[in-house]
């Protein structure tokens, strides 16, 4: 998604771009939900003519349960949107000639003016080369050796539920709300998300729901380790969770979450999961080549902002080439704006992880993820 930020706003000031996509084919509209945030609203609207308003699930208040089922709201009005929308609203815009999926850049080779990509066989020379390929980045040590992200030391379990597959009574109870539960050293929270197409209409949305639960190392290989035995790493897909894992996870609903939400987790067909992490960079920028998104700043996902960093990535560069003369200038620019602003998130994610008691501070989190 970051680098489909920068290929829209970056092709609206006239540049030739290409995005080169290593995954083959269009992902479907399952994925998590996100709260739809300031940066994220104004690109959609400004950048890719979409009202953000009409492929986005409105809620009026934040609802907190108690550990015994009772809970309690206050007024607080968000929208909600799922990945898929966003996504669909970025390919939408974009010239579909402008991007190939199922082309891995294998490498990339500065210039003085510019840089040689690798794309298979091919060496393609350009101006400017983003790397836009995530938490798992594997051209980001070019412009920041140093920077891969550490393990914080807990995991999102995740879930998209049909809300036609709901109890209408529990449908109810979560309608218009932003819901959470803080127990000991975890968190759980849900809210509903467009369904098919970004349809927002009631009875054809999505129930979104996150549960974050502490998990060491060799906890984490095993929940991310497939029913087939194979081991994905820091995240696990729908579909594939361990029986083994699933049964536990069911259990551990059982104990720990209020009823209403422990019938979410039941209700949900295909669970997922991802290692939280901890990411920073000292620079985006080396030479021509620039790092955005999560390829450079990886934030926890209590921020809310993973997807609005990287839109706010895209137009600071945008704004930048528009407003500074020369393309390096305009280059330091952005990178000081966004330096500034991603190490902000950065601390902010990890304070608001020790305050929910997931997850430690920064050395001691940086220390556990090297043993």
């Not at 294998?106 to 690798?118: H, I, K, N, S």
């Not at 979560?174 to 849900?190: I, K, N």
């Not at 992490?277 to 999560?294: A, F, I, K, N, Y």
Request: net charge negative; charged share 25%; hydrophobic share 40%.
């Amino acid at each position: 998604m970051g680098g489909l930020f920068q290929a829209v706003a970056l092709a609206e000031l006239g540049l030739d771009v290409t995005v080169w996509e290593r995954s083959a084919g269009r992902p479907d509209d399952r994925g998590a939900g996100i709260v739809l945030q300031p940066s994220v609203a104004w690109f959609l609207s400004m950048f890719c003519g979409v009202d953000p308003d009409r492929i986005s699930v409105p809620v009026t208040h934040r609802q907190f349960f108690g550990r015994d089922g009772r809970s309690h709201h206050t007024l607080m009005g968000q929208r909600m949107i799922s990945w898929g929308a966003i996504y669909a609203s970025l390919r939408d815009r974009l010239d579909p000639a402008r991007y190939h999926d199922g082309h891995q850049v294998t490498a990339l080779a500065p210039r003085p003016d510019g840089v040689d990509v690798q794309v298979g066989d091919a060496v393609r020379p350009v101006d400017l080369a983003i790397i836009a390929d995530g938490s798992a980045s594997r051209h980001r040590r070019l412009v920041a050796p140093g920077g891969a992200p550490h393990y914080a030391g807990y995991v999102a379990y995740r879930g998209v539920i049909d809300e036609a597959e709901l109890p209408e009574e529990l449908s109810e109870v979560f309608r218009d709300r932003f819901s959470f539960y803080d127990g000991d050293r975890t968190q759980f929270l849900c809210y509903f998300i467009p369904g098919d197409f970004g349809t927002t209409t009631p009875g054809k949305r999505r129930m979104n729901w996150v549960w974050y639960v502490r998990a060491d190392g060799a906890d984490l290989d095993r929940i991310t380790t497939d029913r087939d035995g194979t081991a994905h790493g820091l995240s696990l897909p729908p579909g594939l969770i361990a029986p083994q894992v699933h049964t536990e996870l069911l259990d551990r609903a059982g104990a720990l979450l209020p009823d209403l939400l422990r019938e979410l987790v039941e209700h949900t067909r295909e669970p997922f999961a991802q290692a939280i992490l901890d990411g920073r960079v000292s620079r985006m920028r080396s030479g021509r080549t620039l790092l955005t998104g999560d390829a450079a700043f990886v934030v926890r996902p209590h921020t809310a902002a993973s997807a609005e960093k990287a839109a706010a990535d895209a137009i600071t560069l945008f704004t930048a080439l528009q407003q500074v003369p020369s393309l390096d200038g305009a280059l330091r620019a952005w990178e000081k704006d966004r330096l500034a602003e991603g190490t902000a998130l950065y601390r902010h994610g990890i304070g608001l992880g020790h305050r929910l008691g997931l997850g430690g501070s920064e050395p001691a989190r940086a220390a556990a993820a090297g043993s």
